[in-house]
């Protein structure tokens, strides 16, 4: 896999990546994420003079939080359609009885 070098930048300070070249907008994306949720926290905690490693920890979590919320929905939408194609077979195989 082809690598190339990237700077992300984080709550003001650029973060220098080596990343797979298709993995790069991913990346990208992810940093915009980080600073849309740290601007959030910023907003939020304004006057706070909470320290900037807690603006990112509270950015850290709130992403894995989603993420964790995101995985189970698709857990549960797979679920729920197996749930259905059993109904459906059994629908079927009583209504041919």
Not at 13 to 38: F, S
Not at 57 to 83: G, M
Request: charged share 35%.
């Amino acid at each position: 896999m082809d690598k190339v070098r990237i700077n992300i930048e984080i709550g003001g300070h650029k973060h220098p990546l080596e990343v797979n070249v298709e993995d790069e907008p991913v990346y990208r994306e992810a940093g915009r994420m980080v600073n849309e949720r740290l601007r959030v926290y910023a907003t939020k905690y304004r006057g706070a003079n909470l320290p900037p490693d807690f603006m990112m920890a509270f950015a850290a979590v709130d992403i894995a939080a989603r993420f964790i919320r995101q995985r189970k929905d698709e857990s549960l939408e797979a679920e729920e359609k197996a749930l259905l194609d059993i109904t459906d077979d059994l629908q079927k195989f009583l209504d041919n009885r």
